[in-house]
């Protein structure tokens, strides 16, 4: 399955560097939105190791994530190293090479009332570096009603790392380790009015591209019809290595690799490389 990869305009480069998040139109085509449908599906039915299904809470509605799921199923690896996404990720990063961090999936069915709390990403990885970046690929219409995600603008260039926390009533593991360099989010719902907070609809095959960073969060899906589902794929770029600081989520650290060491191998395998001689 080949799709043409779009060429990231300087101007959307620059946004992103500046606000730590933009907007991709159609980033993945009719065919690849089918695929990653029914591999979605499948995940539901027969979820892997990983999941981390919510309790609802109001007690309707049902929120299915998982993560790590390219390592086990053909399409979500398709879409991982395959798609346009890593020569996407390299154009933002504009380097040598990019390797796939992990991918995670997000599904809001109607009526399910949790919101995502407020949070920045990379500190529940355990990697240091600047070339971070999520894609968040939508596979239904996304509103403000259904649960779209927002950022808060800037907010990678904070230079704040925020202690991870639970999201919620889940299986998936206990609390995460306290690190001293961390602070708590702040109350940032209550205080929204301080802060330059955006958002966007997206349709079908369109996706949030955001730092590692960058602040965020959701509502929850409060249409009664649709579905939201999310399917994020990270990536990294040139200076990015492992870290063995205290406070990442255990199911995203190597059993292989030590502090600093890059992260090439089969767990965080380099998905795209510059042509020789350039």
């Known amino acids: 399955m080949s799709q043409p990869v779009p060429s990231v ?35 539901i039915a027969d979820p892997g190791p990983f999941a981390h299904g919510y309790v609802p809470e109001d007690g309707s509605g ?17 879409v991982c ?30 009526g399910t009332a949790n919101r995502t709390r407020w ?21 239904d219409p996304v509103t403000a009603e259904s649960g779209a995600m927002e950022f808060i603008r800037g907010s990678h260039n904070w230079n704040r790392w925020f202690q991870p926390e639970k999201f919620g009533d889940t299986n ?7 690190n001293p360099d961390y602070e708590p989010i702040p109350d940032i719902e209550d205080a929204r009015q301080d802060y330059d ?5 997206l349709a079908p095959g369109d996706a949030y591209v ?7 969060g959701a509502g929850g899906n409060l249409h009664q019809r649709y579905r939201r589902r999310g399917y ?6 040139d200076d990015v290595t492992y870290d063995t600081r205290p406070g990442p989520n255990e199911h995203l650290r190597s059993m292989r690799l030590a502090d600093g060491d890059p992260l090439d191998g089969p767990q965080f395998p380099v998905v795209w490389r510059a042509a020789s001689g350039t």
């Open 62 to 78: 049902r929120f299915h994530g998982n993560l790590r799921i390219w390592e086990s199923d053909p399409d979500f690896r398709a």
């Open 197 to 201: 907070i955006v958002s966007w609809d």
């Open 232 to 237: 994020a794929v990270r990536y990294t770029g």
């Open 81 to 110: 190293l395959d798609s346009p996404l890593p020569a996407l990720a390299a154009q933002f990063f504009g380097g040598r090479k990019v390797n796939l961090l992990y991918d995670q999936l997000f599904v809001k069915e109607p």
């Open 9 to 43: 305009e300087p101007g959307l480069k620059n946004a992103f560097a500046r606000d730590g998040v933009v907007v991709l139109r159609n980033v993945i085509d009719a065919s690849w939105q089918a695929r990653l449908q029914a591999a979605i599906d499948r995940d």
């Open 172 to 178: 998936a593991h206990d609390d995460y380790e306290r």
């Open 210 to 216: 955001f730092h590692g960073l960058t602040v965020h």
């Open 119 to 139: 949070h920045n990403d990379q500190p529940y990885w355990a990697i240091r570096g600047a070339d971070v970046l999520t894609f968040w690929l939508a596979l």
